[in-house]
């Protein structure tokens, strides 16, 4: 059974060099499901903070300064580029009207990087 996500879960990003942490927006609905993130908890920075060095060769900082190093690797600070929601969400349990994150969603990165949460921040609350 999944788990779910609070806010101060730890996250992973497949081009990463560090995990990051999630920070859930308030909850609509308040109460009992403070701290509890949803699928829309998607927004760079504002939920998704950055993880390290990426070294993902679709990113665009990071094609720059290889071309410049003669085509030298050279990995640059992430900049997450999430456009989209977690996928697929718990569709029984939902927070405010949206579908609960749960420890199984992943998020994509515009770069081709996959996020996923490698800790949901509590282990209680199963959905």
Not at 32 to 46: L, S, Y
Not at 83 to 110: E, K, Q
Request: hydrophobic fraction near 45%; proline fraction near 13%.
């Amino acid at each position: 059974m999944a788990v779910l996500v609070v806010d101060g879960a730890v996250l992973t990003c497949s081009f990463g060099a560090a995990p990051s942490t999630l920070s859930a927006s308030p909850s609509p609905a308040g109460g009992t499901n403070a701290g509890a993130a949803t699928i829309m908890d998607f927004a760079p920075f504002a939920n998704i903070r950055p993880f390290g060095i990426c070294s993902s060769p679709a990113n665009p900082q990071v094609i720059a300064p290889n071309s410049a190093a003669a085509g030298v690797f050279t990995p640059q600070p992430c900049i997450p580029a999430t456009a989209s929601p977690w996928v697929p969400g718990s569709p029984a349990v939902t927070i405010g009207g949206l579908p609960a994150l749960d420890n199984a969603c992943t998020c994509n990165c515009l770069w081709a990087g996959v996020i996923s949460v490698i800790s949901p921040g509590q282990q209680a609350a199963q959905v």
